[in-house]
């Protein structure tokens, strides 16, 4: 099983990014995926989350509006739009996957600054 973020990079506020996450070795439509971050001194938190087919979405509050999150379950992708990046988006974020099991990936850095 293997989970792969990629897309993360510095940007200054009010930039975009978008994070890929991509999946193997398990049955990834049958799966709900979610993103998160930690950043430094503070626990890891949920940002968005899809259901298996694509059709619900939970967003935390303070990215609502922001991110975007989508999947292309032909591919074994999810992915998260970020717009209007603020320094307080800084952290790494983590894809995961819930089903039978969790799985996690390994995290790639976003870095919000001027």
Do not use: H
């Not at 292309?72 to 988006?89: C, G, I, R, W």
């Not at 952290?91 to 996690?104: D, E, I, K, L, P």
């Amino acid at each position: 099983v293997q989970l792969v973020e990629s897309g993360g990079g510095l940007v200054q506020p009010g930039g975009s990014l978008r994070l890929s996450c991509a999946a193997s070795g398990f049955t990834f439509s049958s799966y709900a995926m979610s993103w998160y971050r930690q950043s430094p001194g503070k626990e890891r938190e949920m940002v968005a989350r899809i259901d298996s087919l694509g059709g619900g979405t939970n967003y935390a509050d303070s990215v609502k509006g922001r991110f975007t999150i989508s999947r292309d379950n032909a591919e074994n992708t999810v992915y998260l739009q970020m717009n209007s990046l603020k320094p307080e988006d800084t952290a790494v974020y983590y894809c995961r996957a819930r089903g039978s099991y969790y799985y996690w990936g390994q995290g790639t850095q976003v870095t919000v600054s001027s």
